[in-house]
């Protein structure tokens, strides 16, 4: 305890060409739902979200750091971790090379502790940009040690899933990162400690069978595709059409899968609220 | 007779040539003896080659092969005294999954399996091996039992998949898998899985967080179907047999990824050819694996598969010096 007080945070602030680069300056933006075209001020002041008809674009973990975490502040967690290619899979080098150049990312996942509204709380965010936010060995790693932190500082585990499934390249031991990173979810569970998933668009595959369903409090924001298979490969398997609504996460809260939808300009205060009444309240000091 | 596999056709043709000129002989009274045990030792050669140097693509169609035995065979022939038990207890009781308590030596024990038809019919009942979320609820109920009565865990895994369907997404399949995934890795009894068949994806991990994790020699598991992984990579799910190289499936390479403890032999040609030989072969993989696990104590199963699962993964760290 005493030594924590000597020990000097670091802390980065997000540049803000890590998390501008989508969308540069001064560039329209066209709403993929109602076609509503927006400057990305505009949007961005929006967090985001279509001001006509209340899409939620799609956040890369950066963005998504920065309108959570209180100043957008994170003291980030293995930011040295890479992927190998341990199964020699074709293309899988090039694939990631290309995706660290395209987002700055290291892997699909940023990790490390911050806070929210003065609580502290360790954090998880998924990149779908990232080769589709996939699970694989760097990312399941890296959530795991996330889980065994917060077990370790008895804070509250927030986890933002957004991901096409487990990463192919990686084959089977992508499929046992959702092994891995639920047991580690079972201690925390038995240590009592928090954990927050927020499903965001899209979460399907080994991710949505394994951390994502897992939370104490599942949330989603509004509209995000969530499920287990993708729709047309269920259309394949049934030879049917599905609604227009399925798998959304109006049609998952209706189906008993979710505890809440959630807007994005209400996740931060949603997320406070839940915090305050978990008893988590971190000293006044902290990231001070 | 055994189905033939598309691969052991060459081998079929010679035993073909054999047959046709042992008749011949016979009915000629011509001495060919000296020709046949010639193609009887080719034979013999063709067989070693063809078994010893299979393909994935050739593993997997063995793995998926129609006659080959399922859960509930296995089970009759390694355990005593099985008594089936069904339901969730929440909506049905799913026949893609079997389960109940039995006796292995003389232990009792809870078993679980997926399970596949035996004929078309068969395989309509039982959704040809692929649950829906009741049946990994089935499972959860029968291990937690297990459990709380404190009787070790086996668990057979043979399953394309969970069931890609609408009914299964609205009734949380997803959820249901990561259940089943978090609260195997808290029971304090030993778990022995054993890959039987086909291992695939989330529906044959959800049965498989063990303290020892055995496949059988032409038995696959993978993260998912080799015609998925073709139709996602490749565009073109007839690429399967090529999906099925890269992801590494086989026995051998999960064994050395680190994945599982050990790898059970199957008799020449597949499990088929000798289900009861095959049944004795996982029988005493299974006991061997068990019987350490017996005398330890709760914590340390649990610890035990905890670093199990917490050891699996690749990665290494970039070498550099400061950045943002």
């Not at chain 1, 490969?233 to 899968?257: A, M, R, W, Y």
């Not at chain 2, 045990?37 to 299979?54: D, F, I, K, T, V």
């Not at chain 2, 994806?201 to 059988?216: F, I, P, R, T, W």
């Not at chain 2, 029988?283 to 598969?305: C, H, I, N, T, Y």
Request: with cysteine.
């Amino acid at each position: 305890m005493l030594k924590d007080l000597f020990q000097k945070r670091k802390y980065a602030t997000i540049p803000s060409e890590r998390t501008k680069r989508e969308i540069p300056e001064g560039l329209m933006n066209k709403c993929p739902k109602c076609g509503t075209i927006q400057t990305s001020k505009e949007l961005e002041k929006n967090l985001k979200v279509c001001t006509a008809c209340g899409y939620h674009y799609r956040l890369n973990a950066m963005e998504r750091i920065q309108m959570t975490l209180d100043e957008g502040r994170i003291f980030e967690y293995d930011t040295d971790m890479i992927s190998e290619d341990p199964l020699q899979f074709p293309d899988y080098i090039e694939k990631l090379e290309k995706a660290k150049s395209s987002t700055s990312l290291r892997d699909a996942i940023v990790t490390g502790e911050g806070t929210i509204g003065g609580y502290p709380v360790v954090v998880a965010a998924m990149s779908f940009d990232f080769m589709g936010g996939s699970l694989g060995s760097v990312v399941g790693e890296r959530i795991t040690r996330a889980v065994e932190t917060a077990v370790q500082k008895k804070y509250p585990i927030i986890i933002y899933s957004t991901s096409g499934g487990a990463r192919m390249q990686e084959s089977i031991l992508s499929l046992m990162q959702m092994a891995k990173t639920s047991a580690a979810l079972s201690k925390l569970s038995d240590a009592g400690g928090l954990f927050i998933s927020v499903i965001t668009d899209p979460t399907f595959g080994g991710v949505s069978a394994s951390f994502a369903m897992l939370g104490d409090i599942i949330i989603a924001e509004p509209a995000a595709p969530f499920g287990f298979t993708g729709r047309r490969v269920i259309e394949q398997t049934i030879k049917q059409k599905l609604p227009d609504n399925f798998q959304t996460s109006e049609f998952n809260l209706e189906h008993g899968q979710l505890d809440k939808v959630v807007s994005r300009k209400d996740m931060r205060p949603t997320l406070i609220k839940l915090l305050d009444m978990h008893g988590v309240k971190g000293d006044a000091t902290y990231g001070g | 007779m055994a189905v033939e596999m598309p691969f052991e056709q060459p081998l079929a043709e010679l035993k073909s040539k054999i047959v046709e000129l042992r008749k011949f002989s016979a009915e000629k009274h011509i001495d060919f003896s000296d020709e046949i045990r010639r193609l009887e030792e080719r034979y013999a050669e063709l067989e070693e080659e063809l078994y010893a140097n299979m393909s994935s693509a050739e593993k997997m169609q063995l793995a998926r092969h129609p006659q080959r035995p399922t859960t509930l065979n296995y089970i009759q022939s390694i355990f005593t005294d099985f008594i089936e038990f069904h339901g969730d207890r929440l909506y049905g009781d799913d026949l893609a999954i079997v389960g109940g308590i039995a006796k292995l030596n003389g232990v009792p024990v809870t078993v679980v399996g997926h399970q596949k038809g035996k004929d078309t019919k068969d395989n309509i009942a039982r959704n040809f091996g692929c649950p829906h979320p009741e049946g990994f609820r089935k499972a959860l109920r029968l291990m937690r039992q297990a459990d709380k009565f404190r009787r070790p865990i086996v668990t057979f895994i043979d399953t394309k998949g969970a069931f890609p369907g609408n009914a299964a997404e609205e009734r949380g399949q997803g959820e249901a898998i990561a259940r089943n995934l978090l609260e195997m890795a808290s029971f304090r009894v030993p778990i022995i899985c054993v890959v039987i068949g086909e291992g695939g994806s989330g529906g044959a991990l959800a049965l498989g967080v063990g303290n020892k994790v055995l496949m059988l020699e032409n038995a696959i598991y993978s993260v998912i179907s080799p015609e998925g992984a073709a139709s996602i990579l490749y565009k073109d799910a007839s690429k399967a047999l090529h999906a099925a190289e890269a992801m590494k499936i086989t026995a051998n390479h999960i064994m050395e990824l680190g994945v599982i403890d050990g790898i059970v032999p199957e008799p020449k040609g597949g499990a088929h050819r000798d289900p009861l030989m095959q049944a004795d072969f996982i029988k005493e993989a299974v006991w061997g694996q068990l019987q350490p696990l017996l005398s330890m104590s709760e914590e340390e199963l649990l610890e035990d598969r905890y670093r199990r699962f917490r050891d699996i993964g690749r990665f290494t760290f970039i070498q550099e010096g400061n950045h943002a």
